[in-house]
């Protein structure tokens, strides 16, 4: 055989054997693997009764095979069986924590609390109980949304305003609150980053004025709850000890009464050091920003054009905003797909526009004569009618209910007026209430008539982008019903059948209305 046969035959034998391998993973331990059941997942009580099934047969079995053993001795070997088979960490060293707590209790039920010969296996036991429910601690905390509740209200604007669209869980953000330095300029300008100098702290902006000047220019102001200096700080954090300070590209000057925070890359630095949960979470919230910035640099860069006098000479502007308001990646998409499509052209007064919602997960919303709004942002939802009938599937992102509630609060000045819109369509749900169920990990905005009712009489801006908005939603919803009206009758009930049902999905930004 040639040597060239040899290797080839080789790769072969390895390429057989990495695909036989592959087909035998079936991702992480779960009980559909045994149960074999195709496209679905077991319920929680099937899945209760088949963990109750297979530990009563295996204490039985262990029982005949090992009579002499107690039941928390059966007890710790099935624990350490779950504990091995289970994919995730944390449910590793949960269930280990149990099989330890359970082997101390067995040794000494059986050889006494003073056993000597059982004084080192329980020391180790408790140790090892010990450094695992750490693990536990640290987990859940990093996990838990409650600790938003220990934060005032400036602690909590700026986490959901900055720091929350960015990736940052709340207990890490309450370490950064720890070792924050806040200020407020009094009598004078403070330059908190100058050009050509080391930038040796991450900023945020809280409130006030915050212009931008290159070569002695002032280019452009940034508003509250920005980022300032995470180019800089992600270089100190990638640095070998922390001492790299990356030279400013422009002069970032606070105005009077100003209230911004710092964080010195010092602190930054020796935490990520200390804590590799933080430092994965910091990276990408830079990384994050640094995105943000160059899409809402494309996005203002004809309004960053400078203006020119007769003399030809430039006049810079603090006018422009350098920064667009920063959204979350589902709260951007819903923007993009779903309010910019329809005539909203000012992402801020949408911004604005979105914390007046209220943000539900995984819950149930009743939906009656236009009196709510709801933005799906992310995931799926099903619409049931009064009767409990499912009528229709949404997909993210969408709006449910728009023309009806915007009809209300526009021609009806915030009152519900009960009356059918006449550009009903067949995607139209006639009924007078419906029940809209989030799926798990699904995410909706909701917004209340009474509520926004209020709030457009001091925001003339947001009552225009709304008004926008009700006038797209009402053109889209009178060209459907055109189409329908004017085709012939083949095509209508070719219409018809191609809508949404409880079995398709409706998608891609239109109004669902209700």
Not at 80 to 103: H, L, V
Not at 137 to 152: E, G, P
Not at 178 to 198: H, V, Y
Not at 327 to 335: F, G, H, W
Request: glycine share 6%; hydrophobic share 40%; aromatic share 8%.
């Amino acid at each position: 055989m040639l040597e060239g046969d040899s290797i080839y035959e080789k790769e072969e034998n390895k390429k057989k054997l990495i695909r036989a391998l592959t087909s035998l993973d079936q991702g992480d331990f779960r009980w559909e693997l045994i149960t074999r059941t195709k496209g679905r997942r077991l319920k929680l009580w099937e899945k209760a009764v088949l963990s109750g099934l297979f530990i009563g047969i295996a204490i039985a079995v262990q029982e005949i095979l090992s009579p002499r053993q107690t039941i928390a001795e059966h007890l710790a070997y099935l624990a350490t069986f779950f504990a091995f088979s289970i994919g995730e960490p944390i449910g590793y060293r949960s269930i280990a924590i149990a099989t330890s707590a359970i082997d101390v209790a067995s040794n000494d039920i059986n050889n006494g609390f003073v056993a000597v010969d059982d004084a080192i296996p329980d020391v180790y036991n408790v140790i090892f109980i010990l450094v695992n429910s750490y693990y536990v601690m640290r987990y859940t905390l990093n996990k838990i949304n409650a600790i938003r509740s220990i934060l005032d209200p400036i602690e909590e604007e700026l986490y959901s305003r900055c720091f929350e669209p960015l990736g940052v869980g709340a207990y890490q953000y309450l370490k950064l609150l720890d070792r924050a330095e806040w200020f407020q300029t009094k009598s004078n300008r403070t330059a908190l980053t100058i050009q050509g100098e080391p930038v040796d702290a991450l900023y945020v902006s809280i409130t006030g004025s915050f212009d931008v000047s290159s070569n002695g220019l002032t280019i452009a102001s940034i508003g509250p709850f920005q980022i300032i200096g995470e180019a800089a700080t992600l270089e100190n954090l990638q640095s070998k000890d922390g001492t790299f300070h990356q030279s400013a590209r422009a002069t970032v000057t606070a105005e009077k009464d100003s209230v911004y925070i710092k964080w010195s890359h010092t602190c930054l630095f020796e935490l990520q050091q200390t804590d590799e949960e933080f430092a994965k979470v910091i990276r990408l919230a830079i990384a994050r920003t640094l995105s943000h910035k160059l899409k809402s640099a494309r996005r203002t860069t004809t309004k960053l054009v400078s203006t020119t006098t007769p003399q030809n000479e430039y006049m810079p502007t603090s006018d422009v905003k350098l920064l667009q308001p920063l959204l979350a990646p589902d709260e951007e998409r819903l923007y993009l797909a779903c309010l910019a499509k329809n005539g909203w052209d000012d992402i801020q007064i949408a911004a604005d526009f979105l914390r007046l919602a209220n943000k539900q997960t995984s819950n149930s919303i009743l939906i009656g004569n236009g009196d709510q709004f709801i933005a799906l942002a992310q995931g799926n939802a099903r619409v049931y009618d009064e009767q409990g009938v499912q009528v229709l599937k949404i997909q993210a992102p969408s709006l449910v209910g728009a023309e009806r509630f915007l009809e209300n609060l526009i021609i009806f000045n915030g009152k519900s007026s009960g009356i059918r819109s006449s550009t009903a369509t067949d995607n139209t749900l006639t009924s007078c209430a419906h029940l809209v169920e989030l799926e798990p990990r699904a995410t909706a905005f909701i917004w209340n008539l009474n509520l926004l009712t209020d709030a457009i009489r001091n925001q003339p801006k947001l009552k225009t982008a709304l008004n926008r908005l009700y006038l797209s939603t009402w053109t889209t919803a009178t060209k459907k019903a055109q189409t329908l009206f004017l085709s012939s009758p083949d095509e209508i009930e070719d219409e018809v059948d191609s809508s949404p049902s409880f079995s398709e999905s409706s998608s891609g930004g239109d109004d669902i209305t209700l």
